[in-house]
């Protein structure tokens, strides 16, 4: 490759660059789908745990776009070399929308608890929410500020990370498992409460069985998301006591943190009737209204 080519020359990076790209842009067209289907439908539109639903698909779809920026970083270094804290923006944006995630499943999985157990409306903000949503909204967007004014986060070959140089990197990168499990135990502990709660009322109402297999199905949603977000938060952290760190070994663990977006937009799609039948409606132009099924979603 001649030496004077705005590509990547090496060939290595430049290949990791093309998946990245080719990875995140395939994610967009299901999200505009996931995210049309969720505002097109009057009862899924003022539902709350839909609009979290849809805050945390803004959130995927976003980080999915910063992960497109990473793969043209790769292919065209010239951004590195040129315009490095534009380039250290992106992943901290990344890196805090990822966090995000975590904040608003937290609050989500509240909610749904309070739906179950307290009898709040499934339409109506509580106080509790909005300062929840605010406290977290503050939290998110200090970490978001102050790593974009510190640059804290930095591109290293093909993987991002924290840059451990930067005072109060180290912090927040311990911040990060102080947020990550127990936020995760939360939100499956709360799907294993609402299915015996479901349970309880079946044996009293036999109707409630389909209700039963649904939150199943979202227990099998939660299981699978939580376990590979712990997966991939203790690789993530632990990576160079466990792991020789290659281009390959890097790459890899960040197509697992792209690949986050496609597992979540997949199981929202297959374990939620409701919204799975309004997709299929946008392309057939049924007249018939979808089926909407109780709230599926555990996390980003």
């Given amino acids: 490759m001649s030496q004077n080519s705005v590509l990547n020359p090496d060939r290595e990076l430049l290949v990791i660059g093309i998946i990245y790209t080719v990875l995140s842009a395939i994610v967009f067209p299901v999200y505009v789908l996931i995210i049309h289907a969720l505002h097109s439908r009057h009862d899924l539109r003022e539902n709350i745990s839909y609009k979290l639903i849809n805050l945390l698909n803004y ?3 976003s980080q999915a776009f910063c ?3 990473t793969g043209i970083f790769l292919i065209f270094p010239v951004f590195i070399s040129k315009v490095d804290f534009f380039v250290r923006i992106v992943g901290c944006t990344a890196n805090t929308l990822w966090l995000a995630t975590f904040a608003i499943m937290t609050i989500l999985s509240s ?3 309070g739906i179950a157990f307290f009898k709040i409306k499934h339409n ?3 106080p509790w929410m909005i300062i929840s949503l605010v406290i977290g909204a503050v939290y998110i967007f200090l970490v978001w500020a102050i790593g974009c004014i ?3 986060f930095m591109l290293t070959g093909p993987n991002w990370s924290y840059d451990m140089t930067v005072k109060f990197a180290e912090t927040f990168a311990n911040l990060e498992l102080v947020l990550c499990f127990p936020t995760l135990m939360l939100s499956f502990c709360s799907y294993i409460l609402i299915i015996y709660s479901v349970y309880k009322k079946r044996r009293v109402s036999p109707t409630l069985s389909s209700s039963l297999r649904i939150e199943i199905g979202i227990l099998i949603q939660a299981t699978i998301l939580t376990t590979y977000m712990a997966i991939l938060i203790t690789f993530w952290h632990n990576a160079e006591s466990w792991f020789k760190m290659t281009n390959f070994t890097l790459a890899s663990f ?3 943190w792209i690949l986050f977006s496609h597992l979540n937009s997949f199981l929202l799609i297959a374990t939620n009737q409701g919204v799975r039948n309004q997709i299929l409606k946008s392309f057939c132009k049924s007249e018939r209204s979808s ?3 109780p ?6």
């Fill in 254 to 256: 960040n197509c697992a």
């Fill in 291 to 293: 089926i909407l099924a």
């Fill in 59 to 61: 959130c995927d779809v």
């Fill in 124 to 126: 109506k903000w509580s």
């Fill in 150 to 152: 510190t640059q804290n």
């Fill in 67 to 69: 992960h497109l920026l």
């Fill in 111 to 113: 909610t749904r608890i």
């Fill in 295 to 300: 709230l599926p979603h555990v996390s980003s």
